[in-house]
């Protein structure tokens, strides 16, 4: 289920303060619900899930084309000393308060060290969020997870994606391929997700 913008930065989240001048993307509830010690599934499957490998042919297709079309215009080329927009930052990682550097590095679920999921590489994470950012030409993108309390005491999942745009470039981007996030990936993602929480052993 799709959740309006303003319900997650309500939340007051790490990455409100960490990543000012991004704006918020897409909000979506996941079809995971638990107890506090459960973030940890969470943030193990989010972190090895694919959606290049998606269950969805139509959405394996969609990120083929996407791939294709970035090497052959290289936006997906390695460039260490590109900055996030409107800092001389390349990553997040650098603005992390004293009590969070470390806590997305090796040994942790979702390791620092390491790209998950689509290119991302994890930035913090918390007893309820874990962060994980993507940089290339066309944007620096955030994929945020959350662990947002309920009245009767459990937990429920949620997706938020946060970006800062390249240019005209990055703005016409985002908007292309706006309509392929809402009504291909992101409900194909919460499907396979639903059924990965409930093989956990978990009930979505």
């Not at 909000?27 to 459960?38: I, N, R």
């Not at 703005?171 to 392929?180: C, D």
């Amino acid at each position: 289920m799709k959740v309006p913008t303003e319900t997650d930065v309500s939340q007051d989240w790490v990455i409100t303060s960490l990543a000012p001048e991004f704006r918020l993307l897409d909000v979506w509830a996941l079809p995971a619900e638990g107890d506090a010690a459960d973030f940890d599934d969470l943030v193990s499957l989010m972190s090895r899930f694919d959606p290049a490998r998606s269950e969805s042919g139509l959405t394996r297709l969609l990120f083929q084309v996407r791939f294709r079309l970035g090497g052959l215009l290289g936006w997906d080329d390695e460039v260490s000393a590109r900055p996030i927009p409107g800092s001389t930052q390349t990553s997040l990682r650098e603005r992390l308060p004293s009590d969070l550097r470390g806590s997305a590095d090796v040994g942790q679920i979702g390791d620092g060290q390491r790209k998950v999921g689509v290119g991302f590489t994890p930035v913090y994470r918390t007893d309820r969020e874990w962060a994980a950012e993507l940089s290339n030409a066309t944007v620096h993108g955030v994929l945020h997870l959350g662990w947002v309390p309920r009245p009767d005491g459990r937990y429920r999942g949620q997706l938020g994606v946060w970006v800062a745009p390249r240019g005209l470039l990055g703005e016409a981007y985002l908007r292309l391929i706006e309509p392929f996030r809402r009504f291909v990936v992101y409900p194909a993602m919460m499907r396979q997700v639903e059924r990965m929480w409930a093989a956990r052993g978990h009930v979505g």
